[in-house]
């Protein structure tokens, strides 16, 4: 059972703007960074966004991550086919001591 | 080009043990945390350990402490995953990725490998 809580699913149409939630507790995102991972069909996990709102380089500015409190939320505008994939939220725990993972939220583009 | 290499996977028996390694390039291996990550087959990703760039602080999920053992060779530029006594549930593909961050709080894994498959079968 994962200790950050994500709907296990989203979808959206071409060119629209979905967000994707992810809720924790004070010992993981009330205290700490969050960060998301993309992971395409068939391929391993990408850094999407990190430090809560963060971009690597060469992600694109449609992707953007925001955090309040307890909660963090992934947003995706102008939705592409080629985004359909899961997405995984993640932050270090400090009572586990270690990395926590949502349970995913695989994204279909309609 | 920065890149993470995993190899050793394949199939183990319930109670037996195999070694992951996982070969870094294109970036200072000995600057860098590093990690192990799972994934079960259609299933979402699990932490599996971390270790510091100087082995100081080593962290284990409670799913695999006491069976699993993760060290690094800074001079091989190389991580590795010792797996002792075996379990169905720990089939997986494990990737092997770079950690970074100025503190725990900011903690986040940037480089990943493209896996190497587990199968713990009798």
């Known amino acids: 059972q994962s200790v950050l809580t994500q709907p296990p699913s989203a979808s959206g149409t071409p060119g629209q703007r979905v967000t994707i939630s992810c809720s924790g507790s004070s010992s993981n995102i009330g205290i700490n960074t969050v960060n998301w991972y993309q992971q395409l ?17 060469g992600v694109p500015d449609r992707f953007s991550g925001s955090k309040s409190g307890t ?40 | 080009e920065v890149q993470l290499v995993e190899s050793g996977g394949g199939l183990g028996q319930p109670g037996g043990s195999l070694r992951l390694s996982c070969a ?13 990550v799972r994934q079960a087959p259609g299933k979402g990703l699990e932490w599996v350990s971390y270790i510091s760039s ?26 590795y995953l010792q797996m002792n006594s075996l379990r169905d549930e720990d089939t997986a593909v494990y990737y092997c990725a770079r950690g970074t961050g ?21």
């Not at chain 1, 939320?73 to 939220?89: H, P, R």
């Not at chain 2, 870094?24 to 192990?36: E, I, K």
């Open chain 1, 41 to 57: 069909p068939g391929t391993g996990p990408k850094l999407l966004i990190y430090s809560n709102n963060q971009r690597p380089s």
């Open chain 1, 71 to 110: 909660s963090a939320s992934l947003a995706i505008s102008g939705l592409q086919s080629e985004d359909e994939a899961d997405y995984y939220c993640a932050a270090w725990d400090d009572s586990l001591n270690g990395v926590i993972f949502g349970g995913g939220t695989k994204l279909t583009v309609l």
């Open chain 2, 54 to 79: 100087s082995t100081s602080n080593i962290y284990y999920a409670d799913s695999v402490k006491g069976r699993f053992t993760i060290s690094r060779d800074n001079a091989k530029n190389s991580l």
């Open chain 2, 24 to 36: 870094a390039s294109g970036f200072t291996f000995s600057n860098y945390f590093m990690n192990w």
């Open chain 2, 102 to 122: 100025a503190s725990y709080s900011y903690y986040y894994m940037d480089v990943w490998g493209k896996g190497t498959t587990v199968t713990v079968s009798s």
